[in-house]
C-alpha cells in the first residue's frame, strides 16, 4: 500500500511538474478590496498563537516562481493531501468551527490550508505571498483554501483538487483572504468571473 501511495504520489508531481509551461504563461491575479471580516475561526487561532496573525510583509512583487519553487509548491500540496486525512472540527475538537495544525494526522480544509502554508513559509516563501482565502464552492457550501502569490500568478492549494491550478482556472466564487501586509487582517476579492460567466450563458 505504501509502496502505491508513493507511486502515485511521484505520479501526480510528474504531471504536475509537466504543467510547467501552462503555470508560466499567462500570470493571473484576484482583484482584492478594502479590509473586511476576519473569519471566526482564523480570529481564534490567532488568539491561541498570536505570532501566526502578526507577520509583517513590505509591499513589493510576489516570490519568483522558478521552477525550484514550483517543485516545492507541488511537493508540498502534495506531501500533505497524502499525510493528512479528512476529519470535521466537530468529530475533531467538538466544535463547529476551529482553525488548527492538523499536528494530530486529521483536519478539514482550513486545517489543510495551515499546513500547507507552515511547511512552504519553512521553505523560505514569505508570509505575505501564502494567504488563507475563502471561497464559495458551486454548490454553495463554505470552503478554504492556501493562495500562493508568485511572480507568474496566483495559484491555489486545495485539499479537494489534486492539481494545483491558477486560481481562475478553479471552480470556486472567491470571497475574501488574509492581507499580503498583514497575517491578521483580511481583504475582499472582487472575483469578477461570475459576469464573465453569465454573459456567455
Not at 22 to 45: E, I, K, L, N
Request: glycine share 8%; net charge neutral; hydrophobic share 35%.
Amino acid at each position: 500500500m505504501k509502496m502505491t501511495r508513493g507511486k502515485l504520489l511521484l505520479l501526480a508531481m510528474a504531471m504536475q511538474l509537466s504543467a510547467w509551461g501552462t503555470a508560466s504563461a499567462a500570470p493571473a491575479f484576484m482583484h482584492t478590496g478594502g479590509r473586511t471580516t476576519q473569519p471566526v475561526g482564523h480570529y481564534d487561532f490567532c488568539q491561541r498563537i498570536p505570532a501566526e496573525c502578526n507577520e509583517r510583509t513590505l509591499k513589493g512583487p510576489p516570490v519568483e516562481l522558478t521552477r525550484k519553487l514550483w517543485a516545492t509548491i507541488i511537493n508540498v500540496n502534495n506531501s500533505v493531501n497524502t499525510r493528512i486525512k479528512p476529519r470535521t472540527d466537530l468529530e475533531n475538537y467538538g466544535v463547529e468551527e476551529y482553525w488548527a495544525y492538523p499536528d494530530n494526522g486529521y483536519g478539514d480544509c482550513e486545517d489543510y490550508g495551515l499546513e500547507k502554508r507552515r511547511e512552504l513559509m519553512a521553505a523560505g516563501v514569505p508570509a505575505g505571498d501564502l494567504l488563507m482565502t475563502v471561497v464559495r464552492q458551486p454548490n454553495g457550501d463554505g470552503h478554504a483554501v492556501l493562495t500562493v502569490r508568485t511572480s507568474l500568478g496566483e495559484f491555489i492549494l486545495d485539499n479537494l483538487e489534486p492539481k494545483v491550478l491558477a486560481w481562475n482556472e478553479t471552480v470556486y466564487t472567491y470571497l475574501k483572504r488574509q492581507s499580503t501586509e498583514n497575517s491578521g487582517v483580511w481583504v475582499t476579492i472582487n472575483d469578477g468571473r461570475d459576469d464573465a460567466v453569465a454573459s456567455v450563458r
